[in-house]
């Protein structure tokens, strides 16, 4: 199983990104599928998450309203991240666990991450 996630780069604060994560080796469609970040000198922290059919999305407090994770298929799904801060930057990383809220704690695959880097 591979998740490759993609999508990153430098923007100024205001702007947008869509990083995009695309899985391989297995289908995930009885899965949820969610992103992560952690940045230099933090723990790994929960962004957002998606249930296996799109019907549900949780969200951190810090990115509600901001940004949407959506879900193209089974294998395929995207942040979209707008009106990005500084305090967004960070290394960002596609994860498939169990449920859009377990999945907060419990994850089963991991991508290899995107690097996100927002300053004027």
């Known amino acids: 199983v591979q998740l490759q996630a993609s999508g990153g780069g430098s923007v100024q604060p205001g702007e947008s990104l869509r990083l995009s994560c695309v899985a391989s080796?297995?289908?995930?469609?009885?899965?949820?599928t969610g992103w992560f970040r952690q940045a230099p000198g933090k723990e790994r922290e929960f962004v957002a998450a998606?249930?296996?059919?799109?019907?549900?999305t949780s969200y951190a407090d810090s990115v509600k309203g901001r940004f949407t994770i959506s879900r193209e298929n089974a294998n395929t799904w995207y942040l979209q991240m707008n009106i990005l801060k500084p305090e967004d930057t960070a290394v960002y990383y596609c994860?498939?666990?169990?449920?859009?809220?377990?999945?907060?704690?419990?994850?089963?695959?991991w991508g290899q991450g995107t690097q996100v880097t927002v300053s004027s």
């Open positions: 080796g297995r289908s995930f469609s009885d899965l949820s």
């Open positions: 998606i249930a296996w059919n799109g019907g549900g």
């Open positions: 994860a498939v666990g169990p449920d859009y809220w377990r999945i907060r704690t419990i994850q089963r695959y």
